[in-house]
Each structure stands twice: as C-alpha cells, then as structure tokens.
C-alpha cells in the first residue's frame, strides 16, 4: 500500500504553509485593528509577513501560476515601488521645484541648512514605515492565490472565527465597558467595537464576513440531507449574528453596505441552487429565516441608527475637511506629499475653525487621500486595479464551479471594502487592509498544477 504522505511529499510543506498563512492572517486581524499605539506589535506581524514571503515567490514560480495571478502580482510590485520611488534622492534643482515644497524650503533657509538632494517625501522615516506597513497585507495575498480550494475553504472559516471572537470580545466590552478591553478605543469606548479602534471598521469587518457564511454553507450542499440542513442552519444563523453586530455598532455606513452585501450574496445563493449537481431543496426556509433574523435586528437597533443618520442634517468634520484636503492634494500634484504624510501636511494647512480636541489623523476618504500622497501614481495604479478586478468579478459570477463560490464571496467582500473607503479609511487599518489582500488573492483562479494534483487519486491496497 502507497501512503498518502509518500504519494504527496509535500504535503507537509503545503500544511506548514497553509498554518503560516493563518498565523499571518490571526495576527492581523487581532493586533491590526489600529493604527495608533501598536507600533511594536504591528512591528512583530510586519517581520512575519517577511519571513513568510520567500515561501510565497517560490511558490507562485513552482505552481502554474496563470495570467490573473501574475497580474495580481504585478499590481502588489506596483504598489511596493510607490514608497520606493518616492524615497529616491532627487537632485536640487528638481526637488525645489516640485509643487508643495515652498513651505519645507523657507523652513531649510530658516534653519540656514543646506539644500541638497533631498526625495519626493517630506518625511522619509514615516515612507520607509509606510513601505514595512505593506509587507503583511502583499504576503497574505498572494500566498492565498498559490493555495489550492480546500485551503482556501479554510481561511474564510478561519476569518469567520476571527469576527466571531471579535464580536465576543465586543459583548464583554458593552456588558464590563474596562478599559483594558479597549486599548486603542478613545471616541468609540464603551461601543461593541471589538478588535478595533472604531465602530465603522468592526461594522465594515462584519460586513464583509457575510458573503463568506453564504459561501461556505453552499460547500455542504453535497452532504447528507440532514446534515447539509444542520451545517447550512448553523452558517445562516452565523449570518444573522454578523448582521446583529452591524447593526450594534449603529455604524451608517455598515447598515447601508451590510444591506448590499446581503443582497449580492442572496444573488450568489439563488446562482448557486440553479446547479443540476447540487440543490438546496426545501432549505429556502433558511433564507427566510435569516431575513426574519435581519427584520429582527433592524427593530432592535434601527432607531439609533435613525439618529446618526440625522446628523449628516448638521454636517460632520469629515465632509468639511474635504474640500480643504482637495486642494491640499491639487497644490502637491503630480508628485504627491509622500505615503503616511497626510496628518503633518494636513495639520499645517488645517483652518482655524476646524481645530478640534480630535485631530484629524485620516481623510475619511481613502481615495482622497491617497491623491495627496501617491500624486498621479494613485489614479494610475487604481486603473490598473480595476482593470484586474472588473474581469475577475465577472468571471466569478458567470462561472458555476466551486471555486468560482469562494471568488465570489471574494468579490463581494473587495467591492464593500472598496465603496467604504469612499467615507472611511479601512484600507488605512491593518486588519482589513490584510482583509481586503487576502480576497484578492482568493479572486485569482486556483494555481494550475494544484488543480491538476487534486483530480489524481493516491493508489490504495
């Protein structure tokens, strides 16, 4: 008799891998929920996610990896080289005349200091920082786009598990309010916000989880009837608590984008029973369910939410700002102050009336942001991103195959990301940022020569 481990030597190696990328992800989501504070704990993920990262490219060179995925590659380079570029000495008659550098120039005269070759950034130390900050997030990704669709089952169980214990951790912090619950927590103590700083990134956290629970159940749709019935019970019930928990952090936005979420998974839910090879049957009594569940949970927490939506009559600081941040970023094109350089830039421009004991460390609005810092690189490599995503996402929807259920869930969870970013910064915080890497890597299709080491079965006695 031929083993399964003799017939797969690497077996091991895949399942050491496999543990390495959950390690990496477990760090993220429960030490990467902010950004203020956990510099030394950021510091050990960031460190990890290079150890890990010679294992990826060996990996992405060893297992048929397709055009997507060598696209998605391409799009973590182009990334990288943003930071890079900008920290590159420029010689003085070039940097002086760079948009936005009157201020930092009159301040060298000042000082009387020489003027040398000096980089794009204003701040190399915070570049080099925003540089490390990528590492976790580029790892997690693309080693999740050279596993194969069992590996990749499990890390969105794996990711479920991780809002599931936040959401516990978020009970404790309603029910106790200590302090020591919520480390980084300041305008948001005393909310279920879990491990994160604010209520908008645990509700958008949450959100992105549902499109996950209905990929998961569609898996067990191969069991027995009475277990299918009990296995796709408990992930339905899983949606609903997600959903609760939305709707416990009164988070405007994670109401509005947790509505989207459910829709476009019902979409992927109803695609999925039409499959001749797998059929719910009588089990639409659980999508009944579940809207029961979400009926109930608006009631609970509706009116609150009402109320913050009735402050948008009055205006927020975060749409004030705005304007005076568009025309920070139109003063530093094309160049871009440099990545992590927003709140010195913005802090120095900032209007009077606007000073608040709360200082604005983000623009709520990762693309506005992202203008200011990356200059022209910013609406280039979004082109270029949507430009990888757009076909992917099509492709994931019109295919009915298994893997073709975890791209989906994927492509919901990166759209609700990416429309959050529009009035929030979650691509700011570690956490969803490795979050929103890690659905990219599960868009891209399974690694070629794992698909075709899956369809040979191992000899037996």
Not at 13 to 22: H, S
Not at 378 to 397: D, H, I, K, Y
Request: glycine fraction near 8%; charged fraction near 15%; hydrophobic fraction near 55%.
């Amino acid at each position: 008799m031929t083993s399964p481990r003799l017939a797969n030597p690497s077996l091991s190696a895949e399942a050491l891998f496999a543990a390495g990328l959950g390690i990496l992800l477990s760090l993220a989501m429960t030490l990467g929920g902010s950004n203020q504070q956990r510099d030394g704990l950021i510091l050990v993920l960031e460190l990890f996610a290079l150890a890990l990262f010679p294992a990826v490219v060996w990996r992405l060179m060893t297992r048929g990896t397709d055009r997507s995925t060598w696209s998605l590659v391409g799009l973590a380079g182009f990334v990288l080289a943003v930071p890079i570029v900008q920290l590159a000495p420029l010689p003085v008659e070039v940097w002086t005349h760079l948009p936005g550098r009157a201020l930092a120039i009159e301040t060298l005269q000042a000082a009387d200091a020489s003027i040398g070759p000096r980089p794009l950034r204003l701040d190399p130390d915070r570049t080099w920082a925003s540089f490390l900050w990528l590492w976790p997030g580029i790892t997690l990704g693309l080693g999740a786009a050279t596993i194969d669709l069992p590996g990749r089952q499990r890390l969105l169980e794996l990711v479920l598990a991780l809002l599931v214990l936040g959401l516990a951790l978020a009970a404790l912090q309603v029910t106790w309010g200590a302090r020591p619950l919520q480390p980084a927590a300041e305008v948001h103590a005393g909310l279920p916000i879990g491990f994160f700083a604010n209520r908008n990134h645990q509700a958008i956290a949450l959100v992105a989880g549902l499109p996950l629970t209905v990929c998961l159940a569609v898996f067990r749709a191969r069991s027995s009837a009475w277990k299918r019935r009990a296995e796709v019970t408990l992930y339905t019930a899983l949606s609903g608590l997600l959903v609760i928990g939305v709707v416990a952090t009164r988070s405007r936005a994670g109401l509005v984008l947790g509505g989207l979420a459910l829709l476009m998974s019902l979409a992927s839910f109803l695609r999925f029973r039409r499959r001749p090879d797998r059929t719910m049957g009588g089990d639409l009594w659980i999508v009944l369910g579940g809207a029961a569940v979400l009926v109930l949970a608006l009631q609970i927490g509706a009116g609150a939410v009402l109320e913050r939506f009735d402050q948008l009559e009055t205006g927020e600081g975060r749409f004030q700002s705005w304007p005076v941040i568009l025309d920070l970023a139109r003063e530093f094109q094309p160049a871009g102050s440099g990545m992590g350089s927003f709140e010195a830039i913005f802090s120095s421009v900032e209007p009077i009336e606007m000073v608040e004991p709360a200082y604005l460390n983000n623009a709520h609005n990762d693309f506005l942001e992202l203008w200011l810092e990356a200059g022209l690189l910013f609406p280039l490599g979004l082109v270029l991103f949507l430009a990888w995503f757009a076909p992917a996402a099509v492709r994931a929807f019109r295919d009915p195959g298994d893997q073709a259920a975890v791209a989906r869930a994927a492509a919901i969870g990166l759209l609700s990301l990416l429309l959050h970013s529009v009035v929030d910064y979650p691509l700011r915080t570690q956490a969803l940022a490795c979050l929103f890497a890690l659905f990219c890597g599960l868009l891209a299709p399974c690694p070629a020569k794992q698909a075709a080491a899956r369809a040979i079965t191992c000899p037996g006695p």
